[in-house]
């Protein structure tokens, strides 16, 4: 590995001389090369280089938007727009005011403009509530970009076109897109071949690296003794995995990956056993003992339990002591506090399920949105990440704040709109649609599902407010949070995505290397 290092090495040095030229001699270019190295993967390769480029950028945008907007072209307009936003920058939607008054006029100027529209279409996936001009626009460029396929179906960039109205950037993850799918002028200039060869160094260490990781994963899992026991033994690491490999996209934060699964793996299991394995009254005294966060008491439940209840306290205070040795900082309370809430809220589902009473559908989000286990996993995250940690920020964290709940609610809609349960899961679980339809019985199946991708794209639209918003969380937080929701395409609608493909083929890599190794 010493020699594929020492390579990254000289060839970063090459393309961070070309950044820094772009910089100081075109802005607008070096705005192109901010967007290239993020779709390649690259982007915390460039840290200070990017926010350079962006903090320019917003400075014009702040100051001088209306010159900006009549002296650039739609394209590099939509672009900063979206990189400026994507960066937790707050521009003003008034550049897409125009669009509104002059339809036809845009149509017959931007018809056939791909490049444009596509910059457009990108940027429109940033907007906030209450920006119906970003939304018009988006709306335009959709259709144009619809209307441009129908004629152009044999056209060399039809399949890049058809792949970003199903999967825009924003709502994916680089690694699981295909780095060869760029418009044709993007592989036209010839100092964009180092970024290439740059990313291709990036994706083999960065494998290496996933690969060590599972094998690590896989023997604290074996070494742990629970795959013994017969209700356990089927699970595959690998899926819990899968999420901290997203979503810490730097290479460097190896360790967190693998600590991160841990509870991730706790979570499915305690689903598992509330939806397939416990009685009412197994649960209730299970959940009790999570309020109390101790054993006793419990003698009355199966051994599985008191086995998941044991790993669960040892986790869980293993995590604390490092985060305290690291920060300084107990975080024991808040870890807590996150399993008590999730507990207590697969409990209340299971009481729904166990009498066959469907709750009204508000009851059952708001409950549905934390039986996700989602904030148990942005909560463990937050202690990761490399940055200041205080109690005033941990408090924020510990309750509950609306960036967790918008990535939570966008995987519970998502998880009940695609409607189907794993191919190992026996159980019972609630529905949003099915509580919305038995409030709403004249309403058929799919105004039912058309109502709740209109509430996932209305919670995209508040998380996208989140990051743009001041709430005292670090911007690494917010990014994680978003690699998160981001996340969440990729697993739950596996008929539409494109890039689907991609998650399989990065899994498949690990699983080959680890079934040989492990």
């Known amino acids: 590995m010493d020699d594929i290092y020492m390579k990254q090495g000289l060839v970063l040095k090459e393309v961070k001389h070309v950044f820094q030229k772009l910089i100081s001699e075109n802005p607008m270019e070096s705005l192109c090369m901010v967007d290239i190295i993020q779709r390649l993967g690259i982007e915390h390769l460039f840290e200070e280089e990017t926010e350079a480029v962006l903090q320019n950028h917003h400075f014009i945008f702040s100051s001088h938007l209306n010159d900006f907007s009549d002296n650039h072209k739609l394209y590099k307009v939509a672009l900063a727009f979206r990189l400026l936003r994507q960066r937790g920058h707050y521009v003003h939607a008034d550049l897409f005011d125009s669009l509104k008054s002059n339809k036809r006029e845009f149509r017959e100027k931007y018809g056939e403009d791909v490049k444009s529209l596509i910059a457009l279409y990108e940027a429109t996936q940033l907007s906030i509530e209450g ?28 399949i890049y076109v058809a792949n970003t109205l199903q999967s825009p950037l924003h709502y994916g993850l680089s690694r699981f897109r295909d780095k060869n799918m760029h418009l044709s002028d993007f592989k036209t200039k010839k100092e964009w071949t180092c970024l ?27 070494d742990l003794g629970m795959a ?49 394995y416990g009685t009412i009254d ?17 003698e009355q439940l199966p051994d599985f339990m008191k086995m998941c209840l044991s790993v669960l306290y040892e986790i869980t205070n293993d995590f604390a002591e490092k985060i305290y040795k690291k920060h300084g900082l107990n975080p024991i309370d808040t870890l807590k506090r996150s399993w008590v809430k999730l507990l207590n809220a697969f409990l209340e589902e299971a009481h729904w399920l166990n009498s066959g009473h469907l709750p009204r559908s508000e009851e059952y989000l708001n409950n549905g949105i934390v039986t996700t286990g989602v904030h148990v996993v942005l909560v463990h995250a937050f202690f990761l990440l490399d940055q200041t940690i205080n109690k005033e920020i941990v408090a924020i964290v510990d309750n509950f704040p609306e960036i ?12 009940d709109l695609e409607g189907a349960q794993s191919e190992n899961e026996n159980g019972l679980d ?13 309403i058929s199946t799919e105004d039912a599902q058309s109502h709740v991708c209109h509430l996932i794209s209305r919670e995209w639209k508040r998380l996208n407010g989140q990051v743009l918003t001041s709430t ?5 937080f917010t990014k994680f949070c978003l690699n998160a929701a981001r996340m969440v395409p990729l697993m739950y609608h596996y008929q539409s995505n494109p890039s689907l493909s991609r998650l399989r083929e990065q899994i498949q890599t690990l699983l080959d290397v680890d079934a040989g190794h492990i």
């Not at 920006?131 to 039809?158: C, I």
């Not at 810490?248 to 499915?268: A, H, M």
């Not at 197994?282 to 419990?298: P, S």
């Not at 005292?472 to 690494?476: A, E, F, N």
């Open 196 to 222: 290439e060869e740059l990313a291709e160094i990036n994706s083999c260490i960065v494998r290496s690296m996933n690969q060590n990781e599972i094998k690590q994963v896989y023997k604290w899992w074996k």
């Open 430 to 442: 609630g529905s949003y649609l099915d509580c919305y339809m038995n409030e709403h019985q004249d």
């Open 228 to 276: 013994k026991e017969v209700k356990f033994a089927r699970y595959q690491p690998l899926k819990w995995y899968m999420w901290p490999m997203a979503c810490f996209t730097d290479p460097s934060f190896s360790d967190q990956r693998i600590e991160l699964t841990k509870p991730i793996s706790l979570i499915y299991i305690i689903d598992d056993i509330f939806d397939v």
């Open 404 to 415: 967790i709940h918008s990535v939570a609610k966008i995987l519970r809609l998502s998880d």
């Open 472 to 476: 005292g969380l670090p911007s690494s």
């Open 282 to 298: 197994q649960l209730t005294l299970f959940t009790d003992a999570i309020n109390r966060w101790e054993l006793a008491g419990t």
């Open 131 to 158: 920006e119906d001009s970003v939304d018009e626009a988006g709306y335009l460029s959709n259709q144009l970009l619809h209307a441009w396929l129908t004629t152009h179906k044999e056209h060399h960039e039809a």
